[in-house]
């Protein structure tokens, strides 16, 4: 069964820092990989979404690349701000029409 | 704006007494679906809809019931609540689905936490 994992389950930064979330899923016949934010008490934003074919999107600041040979995806933030603090969720989408949600990285950053 | 809206925001029932969480969404999107959000266990799929009239259970469906008779509308009906489905609820609707995911893109509703005592 497919496991997602998130690594670290929170993360403390100073403002402007780069930094890097990690996503890792066992089975690597994944169809789609979706990178969501989610702030407290709130619903799910989707910031990128990354079919199988392709290894990394870009919107603005943030950057995610997947490499399936070894189950992994990366989530990366440029230049953080506070506004960036929430909660950052991983979800596989696998070809045998199954998705996993990861826990989440809870990312706070600091002024 | 193209969105999906889930009602109500905050619910607190006693035991027993059915409820419905409604979701309705303005995308023309064929795949609606269920989740509920727990501390420590992210997000697990109640159920899920592929198009109007076509439903399935997702992983966690006991004690919880929907129906999709228009496409915009997939309502999360609890007959008889109980103390441990007091949880985040979530409605997600994306343009195609099979299975238990969506071929595109979710768009999430703003969730609603429900509370039964």
């Known amino acids: 069964k497919q496991e997602v994992t998130q690594i670290p389950a929170a993360l403390s930064v100073p403002e402007g820092e780069n930094l890097v979330l990690n996503c890792s899923f066992t089975d690597s016949a994944i169809y789609n990989l979706q990178w969501f934010r989610q702030d407290p008490g709130k619903g799910l934003t989707s910031l990128l979404l990354?079919?199988?074919?392709?290894r990394e999107q870009t919107s603005g600041r943030l950057n995610a690349s997947l490499d399936k040979s070894s189950g992994r995806s990366t989530l990366y933030i440029a230049a953080s701000q506070p506004g960036d603090s929430a909660t950052y969720l991983c979800a596989v989408y696998l070809s045998n029409n199954d998705m996993r949600f990861g826990a989440g990285t809870r990312l706070t950053v600091k002024p | 704006e193209a969105q999906v809206t889930q009602n109500p925001r905050y619910l607190i029932t006693v035991t027993g007494k059915k409820l419905t969480v409604t979701c309705s969404q303005n995308m023309n999107h064929e795949y609606m679906s269920w989740y509920r959000q727990d501390p420590g266990l992210g997000l697990r799929q109640i159920y899920y809809?592929?198009?109007?009239?076509?439903?399935d259970k997702g992983d966690v469906p006991e004690g919880y019931k929907v129906s999709r008779k228009e496409k915009r509308n997939f309502p999360l009906i609890l007959e008889s609540p109980s103390p441990n489905q007091t949880s985040l609820y979530f409605c997600a609707s994306s343009l195609s689905g099979t299975g238990s995911g969506p071929s595109y893109g979710y768009t999430f509703g703003s969730g609603t936490r429900l509370t039964v005592v």
């Open positions: 809809s592929m198009n109007v009239e076509v439903t």
């Open positions: 990354i079919q199988s074919s392709q």
